[in-house]
């Protein structure tokens, strides 16, 4: 049986930014357009009419803005999946303690937006408990807030993470960036044939590893090719002999 589509509200005050939105959608057949708005107080009547499970926002619009929106919401029904969309990057925080999904810039990149949509349809499989017996997609890149810009990494450059609260340092070309998202979450959607976890708090990028070095008492330590010592606990060192293929 096919997941259900996924129900989508546009909305910005520019025609233009609806329409490249709309034309970035075009490659995923799966989302429904239910309708488009104008500003916030439009939306906000046409999500409690017609109850979209995506909203695309804009943050700054005639009124209020996308912030306020959300904040105004009604919160005795579930809120739909919110992805912004908007040309000012110093928002991104906001955004992501706002639960947002993800955070575009305009103008709108394809690659980038369809980055956005795994995350969309990762979070809505867990909403659904749909079950997809195609091959699941894994993030290629992830977007980190630096300052008043926002940094794309390929997921493939990352060497470690290390988990900190409800944010994580990822660890790529000898430079470590805050990211806000819990370990949990960015680990399920990482490729586990690249990236392992070696403790509760440690994640690394197999391609990295150099050395293993046994500690006392069943602990081991984690050597990476740029010489980072890293602990492997008891916990996980069945799972890193299986995908290191040590005997």
């Given at each position: 049986m096919n997941?259900?589509?996924?129900?989508?509200?546009?909305?910005?005050?520019?025609?233009?930014?609806?329409?490249a939105i709309r034309q970035a959608l075009a490659a995923h057949a799966d989302i429904t357009i239910v309708g488009e708005c104008g500003n916030a107080a439009e939306a906000k009547q046409a999500i409690d009419a017609l109850t979209p499970d995506l909203v695309f926002l804009d943050i700054k619009m005639p009124g209020m803005?996308?912030?306020?929106?959300?904040?105004?919401?009604?919160?005795?029904?579930?809120?739909?999946?919110?992805?912004?969309?908007t040309a000012y990057g110093q928002h991104a925080l906001q955004a992501f303690d706002a639960n947002a999904i993800d955070y575009l810039l305009k103008p709108i990149d394809q690659a980038r937006f369809d980055q956005a949509m795994v995350r969309v349809r990762q979070h809505w499989a867990g909403l659904t408990n749909a079950?997809?017996?195609?091959?699941?997609?894994?993030?290629?890149?992830?977007?980190?807030?630096?300052?008043?810009?926002?940094?794309?990494?390929?997921?493939?450059d990352i060497d470690w993470i290390r988990a900190d609260g409800?944010?994580?340092?990822?660890?790529?070309?000898?430079?470590a960036y805050l990211h806000r998202e819990a370990l949990t979450g960015l680990l399920a959607s990482l490729d586990p044939a690249r990236f392992l976890r070696i403790h509760r708090g440690i994640v690394v990028n197999v391609d990295r590893i150099a050395e293993?070095?046994?500690?006392?008492?069943?602990?081991a330590e984690v050597v990476l090719h740029d010489g980072t010592r890293l602990n492997l606990s008891r916990r996980f060192r069945a799972s890193a002999r299986h995908?290191?293929?040590?005997?």
């Open positions: 997941a259900p589509s996924i129900r989508a509200l546009l909305v910005d005050d520019e025609i233009l930014a609806r329409l803005d996308g912030f306020r929106l959300l904040h105004g919401m009604r919160r005795d029904t579930a809120l739909p999946m919110v992805v912004f969309a079950v997809s017996v195609a091959k699941p997609s894994y993030l290629q890149r992830l977007s980190v807030v630096c300052g008043e810009h926002v940094r794309v990494i390929a997921t493939a409800n944010y994580v340092h990822i660890h790529a070309h000898g430079k293993v070095h046994p500690l006392f008492q069943g602990s995908a290191l293929g040590m005997s």
